[in-house]
């Protein structure tokens, strides 16, 4: 056999292992990309619409439009960090699996794990798009950002250890609330108004009390806060919305929020 053959045979291989899988977001109903959520204990929802009791005509929530709405939201920031070439994106597994599961009404949450997944809980999301006097939009806004802050933390590896056990979570959450302030600082941005707004409804979901451990509500307020103005100082100093990658964000709120990895 040609020498050169073996040197074309080999070409292709390398090229092939350089070209990295393009990372893309799926909603849970893709069973076979999105499996591994049933290891983690959640039951994705997966019919189309969700009924607020058996038997009620109007349904609570269209998982569908939410899926789909949830998927465009962080599809923004997918195609800003792609565009930025940003490392973290390039890694396997190149997936981000979104969708909604159901939570216990006594624990509404939304959650981000194993790198791959964001989730929203049903009672969770229902509560935040209609409770009185919270603006649904700023909320989800903020939701997401602080849940697609978390994706990148763990993406990134980043290990919060403080001496109180409590406190590297606290720190942790306090540094995802920084991240949202900045991402929503380059990307699906918040104008002065909805800032405000987001303020509001981080005060309403924060601790009530100093041993918690999200942060109480001037806390989880200076967090963000001062994520937002990391941003603009960022771009105020040669940082464009285009080249900022995570990487940026996360050592922007590394400055207050420290961690090691
Ligand atoms: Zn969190």
Redesign the pocket.
Known sequence: MKKSFWFGIAAVLVTCSNFAHAFEIYPLSDTQRCSSISEAGLVPVLDKVIYANPGAKDPALDNEKVTALLMGGFGIWKSKFEAANDIILKQEPSVLCIGLVYDAINKPNASAFQKTHIVFGVNFLTTLLHRPGIDSNAALKVTMA??FS?FLQNRHGLVFEYKLPMLSVKMK?LH?DCMAGYLLSIGQNLNDQEFQKAQHYLSFIADAHIVGD?GIASQRREAFLYGRNAAVIALNTGHSELNTTSGDIIFACKNKYSWTR
């Open positions: 602080h849940e978390h959450e995802a999200h």
